[in-house]
């Protein structure tokens, strides 16, 4: 499927066979197939799903401590993109953007509530470490909440390695938030 088709899956035409990772995931009781592919996010299904996570994070902490990135944001120079899909549905998404040469940035992490606890984050983030490690990078650190509603987040994130750090690139100390690190 060509990039801005109804998806808008991938890079120079690459559709979602040749994008990105297959798996076959046990998820929900029945073994489907999901695919990672990278995203140019252009389709109006990722663009919902995305709009969900921001009106998802905003309800749950103040405004001043949203670093969830838009649209825009994630279409940026140095922002790379996958989105998880399963059955022609879009099921989660990631992202990395670079900060310097080493050194990449964990952004826009979200598994759909309907397939949370299934396996989909741990699929999706295994993917992000590789293709940031393939892409040249030695460290990715993150930001995400540190409250109740974040802590199966920061576990997972804990579970592939990542140690709590002090802020890092253009961010300043927010009790609402913890950051996370691991070389990679």
Known sequence: MPVGCQWGWGAA???PADA???ATALTGGSLSEVKIVLD???GPEIAA???EHLLQMRSMTPLESVHA???DGLRRPGVTFWSVIDGGAVVGCGAIKTLDAGHAELKSMRTAPSRQ???????????IIAE????GFTRLSLETGAGESHQPARKLYEKFGFDYCEPFADYRPDPLSAFMTRAI
């Open 13 to 15: 035409g690459a559709g």
């Open 20 to 22: 990105g990772a297959v």
């Open 40 to 42: 140019d996010l252009s």
């Open 49 to 51: 799903f995305l709009d």
């Open 69 to 71: 990135l838009g649209l």
């Open 117 to 127: 606890r299934g396996g989909i984050a741990s699929l999706l983030l295994e993917h």
């Open 132 to 135: 940031a490690r393939r892409m």
